[in-house]
């Protein structure tokens, strides 16, 4: 079974899609010139237009800032719930 979308695409406030990967979330922002993605539909990732850059200048590199907020939303998470340094 394949795995929920997980990066969710507003435009003006209005939801309009998701995709399950962040590089395809940036094309679409790109393409739009404006918007915001979140991650499940709260945690905000990329607000287009308010970044250091815009995502249809690299997918690819707005892709990786989506994912270290998201890693870094974990690191929090998890330091929160086991304390600092728990990990390995």
Known sequence: ?????????????????????????????????????KYEHSFIVWREGQEEIEAGESYDRAAAIMNERLAARHRAHFERAYGVGSAG
């Open 1 to 37: 079974m394949a795995a929920t979308p997980k990066f969710k695409i507003y435009r003006d406030g209005e939801y309009i899609g998701c995709t399950k990967f962040a590089e395809d979330a940036a094309a679409l922002v790109g393409l739009y010139g404006n918007g915001i993605v």
